[in-house]
Nanobody, 123 residues
Framework: VQLQASGGGLVQAGGSLRLSCRVS????????MGWFRQTPGKEREFVAG????????YYADSVKGRFTISRDNAKNTVYLQMNSLKPEDTAIYYC?????????????????WGQGTLVTVSS
């Protein structure tokens, strides 16, 4: 299973970005998906997750109400819409897949990872 994340960039505080993660090499709809982020010196943390059918989502408290995860199983792609961005959202964002039906907030369960895309939010 290969994951390719894209959509990162530089944005001012209060702005928006949409990340995309395309999955290939397996049946996309068989996987729950998650977005994670990491900054230098810190552990990678869960940001948002979505069930394999897209009916359930779960967010870290720090992004709830600002970020939205979604998926298009016909396009083998999961998205992370990020609004009202803050400087503390600056990080490398990773998408990941786990062979599960429900949302999985536990980073240790994820089996496949993308390469990461850098999001920088300026103040």
């Amino acid at each position: 299973v290969q994951l390719q994340a894209s959509g990162g960039g530089l944005v001012q505080a209060g702005g928006s970005l949409r990340l995309s993660c395309r999955v290939s090499g397996s049946t996309f709809s068989s996987y729950a998906m998650g977005w994670f982020r990491q900054t230098p010196g810190k552990e990678r943390e869960f940001v948002a997750g979505i069930s394999w059918g897209g009916g359930s989502t779960y967010y870290a408290d720090s992004v709830k109400g600002r970020f939205t995860i979604s998926r298009d199983n016909a396009k083998n792609t999961v998205y992370l819409q990020m609004n009202s961005l803050k400087p503390e959202d600056t990080a490398i964002y990773y998408c990941a897949a786990v062979a599960a039906r429900t949302v999985v907030p536990d980073i240790s369960k994820y089996q496949y990872w993308g390469q990461g895309t850098l999001v920088t939010v300026s103040s």
